[in-house]
């Protein structure tokens, strides 16, 4: 059984950061591109982040460019994303997701508030 699992959230003033992680388990997690979402109050999910299973290349939503960082560690079957000056309008549910046989997993998510 697929399971994803994302922790580290909090409240946060803005200009902080954050690390959120995603552990994964329940498939081969070294073959599968991995994405991060967020959904923000009274909004629609929304994409963040992608990064790929062989390279470890990444892509990026343009209002998080050069202040997110995805990364993944295929050893220990985990992604993070360290999200550095964050804004307000970063505040959200983070979700990591993948897709596995053409079925979208999406674990339990973590909230981050970014408020003074």
């Known amino acids: 059984e697929v399971q994803l699992q994302a922790f580290g959230g909090g409240l946060v003033q803005p200009g902080g950061y954050l690390r959120l992680s995603c552990a994964a388990s329940?498939?081969?997690?070294?073959?599968?591109?991995m994405n991060w979402l967020r959904q923000a109050p009274g909004k629609g999910p929304e994409w963040v982040s992608t990064?790929?299973?062989?390279?470890?290349?990444?892509r990026y939503k343009d209002s998080v460019k050069g202040r997110f960082t995805m990364s993944r560690d295929n050893a220990k079957n985990t992604v993070s994303l360290q999200m550095n000056n964050l804004k307000p309008e970063d505040t959200a549910v983070y979700y990591c997701?993948?897709?596995?046989?053409?079925?979208?997993?999406r674990g339990q998510g973590t909230q981050v508030t970014v408020s003074s």
């Open positions: 997701q993948t897709w596995v046989n053409g079925r979208e997993y």
């Open positions: 990064i790929n299973p062989s390279n470890g290349s990444t």
């Open positions: 329940g498939f081969t997690f070294s073959t599968y591109a």
